[in-house]
Each structure stands twice: as C-alpha cells, then as structure tokens.
C-alpha cells in the first residue's frame, strides 16, 4: 500500500472507532467535505461537527471493499451501518472520494451515499 491508501485505510478505521482526533489529524485545517444531497462542508470544526452528528448513535460499522488509489486520489466503496438517534436501524452503501494534497493529508471528502432497505422477516 501506498501512504495515501495507508492514510485512507486509517481514516476509515477511525470513523469504525469514533476517533474523532485520529480522523481530524488525517485532514488538512481548509478540508471540504461534501455529502451529496446533503450538505457541503468546510473546515475541521465543520467537518467534526458532522461525524458528531445527533441524528446517529455511536459508531458506524463499515465495511471497505477496496481502496483504489489513483494519483491524488483514493476512493473508497463501503457498505456500513449506524443506529439513528430513534434506535432505527441505518444500512447504507457508499463510496468516499478522498483527495490529498502535500503531507499526504486528506484535503476533499465527497462522499456519495444510497440507503438500503431492511431485510423484512
């Protein structure tokens, strides 16, 4: 792996973990976040106001198929899910476009994100 997947995969492990400090050391302060059909994002406090979102519970589970690593670039397809402040249950699938700049810091997030229907008993 290179240190842009390396930086990825520990991104990732963070958001599994509810590391807030270990996803923010992972970003550059002028990160962009954009979830589309949601909402756009700038910063870190912005950006960590996100991830501590009351609309969820703890953690998410993930998890990553593959990361695919192409210059500046790393995206990442996942599947995942989250309790929601109701106790419902989130299932969701998603692919993160993460891109770096110098440091190898993550410095655009833009993240695409399809709800996925409960299994019925």
């Not at 990160?31 to 756009?40: E, F, K, M, N, Q």
């Not at 899910?81 to 998603?94: H, I, P, S």
Request: aromatic share 8%; with cysteine.
């Amino acid at each position: 792996m290179s240190s842009r997947t390396d930086a990825a995969a520990a991104y990732f492990d963070a958001f599994a973990a509810n590391d807030h400090a270990k996803i923010l050391s992972l970003l550059t302060d002028d990160v962009v976040w954009t979830i589309h059909g949601h909402r756009d994002l700038q910063g870190k406090e912005a950006f960590d106001s996100e991830i501590e979102n009351d609309a969820f519970q703890g953690a998410p589970q993930l998890d990553v198929d593959r990361l695919i690593e192409a210059g500046e670039t790393v995206v990442v397809p996942h599947v995942g899910e989250v309790r929601q402040a109701d106790g419902a249950l989130f299932r969701f699938a998603a692919c993160d476009i993460l891109t770096f700049t110098g440091e190898d810091l993550i410095s655009r997030v833009e993240s695409y994100v399809v709800p996925l229907l409960l299994p019925t008993g």
